[in-house]
């Protein structure tokens, strides 16, 4: 029972470039979130999934977009990095909406 | 106005004392309110979640909720040298689902 998992774990982009953060839960959990933590300014949701087949978006979703792919897995996409997006990626996953019970490890990405 | 407000610290106590932490929320329809402890360079980790008004306890954490005053709080008693972490305040917002964080609010134990 891995509980959720990220890939990659670190990452480095140029402006511009594209990326798909990956997170998978194995705890047949409903709801699925992605967060973004930088310093100061605590965990702000990106986007979440309610249920299979639902997103929907958080506080700071702009340059981001998700798609959840199945009940287990929920990406997160980059189509064009900018430095303001370096930051730490946590996935998250819960078996009930409105809260966030699982992290992951933590995806660290800075965009050069 | 954030919706989640915590003081940042960080915040010192001794081996064995009690540390209190304070977190306000500002949306009055908010039911579900959420600790989490995350050491440096590490996730997030629930540790308590508390929907009443009053207290509840889990070993020796106590979490309490004033709905009325708009705060909770967590204390942790013999506090440890491994209790030294931050501490996030998480609030659900029932319209819309969402799911706020506060900034988090940093703990050193002093042995």
């Known amino acids: ?112 | 106005q954030k919706e989640v407000e915590q003081n940042s610290g960080p915040l010192s106590v001794p081996e064995g004392a009690i540390a209190s932490l304070n977190c306000t929320y500002s949306d009055r329809v908010s039911q579900s309110f959420f600790w989490y402890r995350q050491y440096s360079g590490k996730s997030p980790e629930l540790i308590m979640s508390i929907y009443s008004n009053g207290d509840k306890e889990d070993g020796r954490f106590t979490a309490q909720l004033n709905k009325a005053s708009q705060y909770v709080s967590l204390l942790i008693r013999d506090s440890q040298p491994s209790d030294s972490a931050t501490y996030l305040c998480a609030v659900n917002i029932p319209t819309g689902n969402q799911f706020y964080f506060g900034t988090g609010t940093s703990l050193t134990v002093i042995p």
């Open chain 1, 1 to 112: 029972n891995a509980g959720v998992t990220q890939t990659p774990k670190f990452q480095v982009l140029k402006t511009g470039q594209s990326m798909t953060l990956q997170c998978a839960q194995d705890m047949n959990h409903n709801s699925m979130y992605w967060y973004r933590q930088d310093p100061g300014m605590g965990l702000r949701l990106i986007y979440y999934s309610a249920s299979e087949g639902t997103t929907d978006k958080g506080e700071v979703p702009n340059g981001y977009n998700v798609s959840r792919l199945n009940k287990r897995e929920f990406s997160l996409r980059l189509e064009s990095a900018a430095p303001s997006q370096t930051s730490v990626y946590f996935c998250a996953s819960s078996e009930r909406s409105g809260r966030a019970e699982f992290f992951g490890p933590g995806t660290r990405l800075t965009v050069l």
